[in-house]
T-cell receptor, first 111, second 113 residues
């Protein structure tokens, strides 16, 4: 079964504190993992994908196949990071592969 | 470059009414899909299309119809709205090559009373 679990509905931190948004997945095969972000009143947009192995807006995420996790991290949170974050996976097979989303974590960064 | 455009942004319907949520993309992407976003449930796939004239069901298709007469447009129809269809709806477009990014519209917030 394909499943993405984000255990935290809300993560509240102070500006400058480290942030880790947790994501665990279940997938039979090799998935592609993503983090999407939705800022207030904006569309869902791609933040990171594990294949790119890059840092966007100071965020990084490492795919741990042994623990089936793809946690999102940032060493120093900023107020503008406040948003809804969704972890998602997609199969690497050819053809249309649906995105399977977690339930999302709302990150609130306070001054 | 508009990307994926959804209309309307907000809509209130009475139970039993019908309506069409519009989705248009200008990226010439083959794949298009509709998701609904509900609190505590993430986004779930309603219907998708791999090209003009080809559509298929996702995980929550009941109560919705789609068609894909052109590459650009992928409307979602609610034939007889029910309160359970109160949700935020997102349309997405994606190229057919592997590992391409999915682009989302700004969403339609639908309330059925």
């Amino acid at each position: 079964a394909q499943r993405v679990t984000q255990p935290e509905k809300l993560l509240s931190v102070f500006k400058g504190a480290p942030v880790e948004l947790k994501c665990n997945y279940s997938y039979s095969g090799s998935p592609e993992l993503f983090w999407y972000v939705q800022y207030s009143r904006q569309r869902l947009q791609l933040l990171l994908r594990h294949i790119s192995r890059e840092s966007i807006k100071g965020f990084t995420a490492d795919l741990n196949k042994g623990e089936t996790s793809f946690h999102l991290k940032k060493p120093f949170a900023q107020e503008e990071d406040s948003a809804m974050y969704y972890c998602a996976l997609r199969g690497l097979n050819t053809g249309f592969q649906k995105l399977v989303f977690g339930t999302g974590t709302r990150l609130l960064v306070s001054p | 470059n508009a990307g994926v455009t959804q209309t309307p942004k907000f809509q209130v319907l009475k139970t039993g009414q019908s309506m069409t949520l519009q989705c248009a993309q200008d990226m010439n992407h083959e794949y298009m899909s509709w998701y609904r976003q509900d609190p505590g449930m993430g986004l779930r796939l309603i219907h998708y299309s791999v090209g003009a004239g080809i559509t298929d069901q996702g995980e929550v298709p009941n109560g919705y119809n789609v068609s894909r007469s052109t590459t650009e447009d992928f409307p979602l129809r609610l034939l007889s709205a029910a309160p359970s269809q109160t949700s935020v709806y997102f349309c997405a477009a994606q190229g057919s090559r592997q590992r391409t990014e999915a682009f989302f519209g700004q969403g339609t917030r639908l309330t059925v009373v």
